[in-house]
Nanobody, 118 residues
Framework: QLQASGGGLVQVGGSLRLSCRDS???????????MSWYRQAPGKQRDLVASITSGSSTNYADSVKGRFTISRDNAKNTVYLQMNSLKPEDTAVYYC???????????WGQGTLVTVSS
């Protein structure tokens, strides 16, 4: 339902840009409240990385502040995550999450793997 892309293998200090879009037009335009990125490393729980509200207020995990930037395109129901100065500890599967303003249900993307090599 939500298609995440942009993951891959990158060296320490490198950059990646993740995208997540509503590939099946589940949402009408401007009907997504909060868009978020979570990540899950092997053997660990899924944690919030960053979120952005419909009013463009952002929130970041302390571990990524100053390195990651979340943004959104409401007309395309797409969220982005620009990741700079990547570290090995950023290695994880990254999942996008949308919350509908109509049903207040949340929807998840399929995940995209980010691997940072040292």
């Amino acid at each position: 339902q939500l298609q995440a892309s942009g993951g891959g293998l990158v060296q320490v200090g490198g950059s990646l840009r993740l995208s997540c879009r509503d590939s099946r037009s589940i949402f009408s335009v401007f009907s997504v409240d909060t868009m978020s990125w979570y990540r899950q490393a092997p053997g660990k729980q899924r944690d919030l990385v960053a979120s952005i509200t419909s009013g463009s207020s952002t929130n970041y995990a302390d571990s990524v502040k100053g390195r990651f930037t979340i943004s959104r395109d409401n007309a395309k129901n797409t969220v982005y995550l620009q990741m700079n100065s990547l570290k090995p500890e950023d290695t994880a599967v990254y999942y996008c999450n949308f919350i509908s303003t109509v049903t207040w249900n949340e929807y998840w993307g399929q995940g995209t793997l980010v691997t940072v090599s040292s």
